[in-house]
């Protein structure tokens, strides 16, 4: 079964602090893995998709990275609007569009 | 462009009632999909449409959930009875098979919040 967990549950930051956030899967086969974040009261919004080992992509303070076994969310020099939860996904390689979602990162950045 | 629809925003009921979400996906989007979230368990995909036909429901919890999607543009989770458990915020995610099936965008509503006291 498809599992992701990610970490810290949790996190505080200091406006400009960067930092990186943690998802670790097991996926038999993987076809993507997804990032996406979620504002309070709102549904999920999407950020990224990483294919493969290897590969990086950025968005403004973000870049996400992936290996075998987990994938990293790099937060540099964080503003308070980047507050949020992160989700991550992954997509196993059977030709369905299910995602297995982790329980996300609460990423608090205090001006 | 509008995106994707759900009502109630917001549900209280008592246990043992019948409980409808309504979906109203993105115009043009073949696959729908239903996610439960909640603190302990995140996001959990009970059910998921493709050209209005049901293609993995592995996930809806147990016989007193069912979800139809009648037409391209309408879907409905039921639960009935409903029970405190079932207290959670479930949301409804579109995407088009295609390019968007290749990115795993899913675009997802609001959500609506059931509490079942």
């Known amino acids: 079964e498809d599992q992701v967990t990610q970490s810290p549950e949790a996190l505080r930051l200091q406006e400009g602090e960067s930092s990186s956030l943690n998802c670790s899967y097991t996926?038999?086969?993987?076809?993507?893995l997804f990032w996406y974040r979620q504002d309070p009261g709102k549904g999920p919004e999407f950020l990224f998709t990483?294919?493969?080992a290897g590969e990086e992509k950025e968005k403004e303070r973000l870049k996400a990275t992936l290996t075998k076994k987990e994938s990293f969310l790099h937060i540099t020099a964080p503003k308070p609007e980047d507050s949020a939860t992160y989700l991550c996904a992954v997509q196993e390689n059977t030709g369905f569009q299910k995602l297995v979602f982790g329980t996300g990162t609460r990423l608090l950045v205090s001006p | 462009d509008a995106g994707v629809i759900q009502s109630p925003r917001h549900e209280v009921t008592e246990m043992g009632q019948e409980v409808t979400l309504r979906c109203k996906p993105i115009s043009g989007h073949n696959s729908l999909f239903w996610y439960r979230q909640t603190m302990m368990r995140g996001l959990e995909l009970l059910i998921y449409?493709?050209?209005?036909?049901?293609?993995?429901d592995s996930g809806m919890p147990e016989d007193r959930f069912s979800a139809k999607m009648p037409n391209a543009s309408f879907s409905t989770l039921k639960i009935q009875p409903s029970e405190p458990r079932d207290s959670a915020v479930y949301f409804c995610?579109?995407?088009?098979?295609?390019?968007?099936?290749?990115?795993?965008?899913?675009?997802f509503g609001e959500g609506s919040r059931l509490t079942v006291l």
């Open positions: 996926v038999s086969g993987l076809r993507g």
């Open positions: 990483l294919y493969s």
């Open positions: 449409f493709n050209n209005n036909v049901p293609i993995d």
């Open positions: 995610a579109s995407s088009f098979g295609g390019s968007s099936w290749e990115t795993g965008e899913l675009f």
